[in-house]
């Protein structure tokens, strides 16, 4: 079975910055969807950002826009997700998900993952 392994989570002030990181085994990462997923205790699991196979087309959750950034390095098989001015709403496990789907205008929905990662927590501090 395919295993995503994200790291990069922890600790950090409101304002501050993190950069998750997301590797994943094979040799047909590029034909994959990649996207990050958050949990916050007592919520349903949402969707954050998705990227094409290619890198070429993102998508991002409202909430996030202008402060989040996701990309890929496809010859290392690895998505990231800059995220900037961190608020303590941010405060969630985040999932890396790998999706033969991009939506246009939903990015990923849980259904159309293929293949989690275990989660790395991000704290914000207020």
């Known amino acids: 079975q395919v295993q995503l392994v994200e790291s990069g989570g922890g600790l950090v002030q409101a304002g501050g910055s993190l950069r998750l990181s997301c590797a994943a085994p094979?040799?047909?990462?590029?034909?994959?969807?990649m996207g990050w997923f958050r949990q916050a205790p007592g919520k349903e699991r949402e969707f954050v950002a998705g990227?094409?196979?290619?890198?070429?087309?993102?998508s991002y959750v409202d909430s996030v826009k202008g402060r989040f950034t996701i990309s890929r390095d496809n010859a290392n098989n690895t998505v990231y997700l800059q995220m900037n001015s961190l608020k303590p709403e941010d405060t969630a496990v985040y999932y890396c998900a790998a999706s033969l789907f991009l939506r246009t205008t939903q990015g990923i929905r849980t259904n159309d993952v293929a293949y989690w990662g275990q989660g790395t927590q991000v704290t914000v501090s207020s």
């Open positions: 990227i094409s196979g290619g890198g070429g087309r993102t």
């Open positions: 094979g040799r047909t990462f590029s034909n994959y969807a």
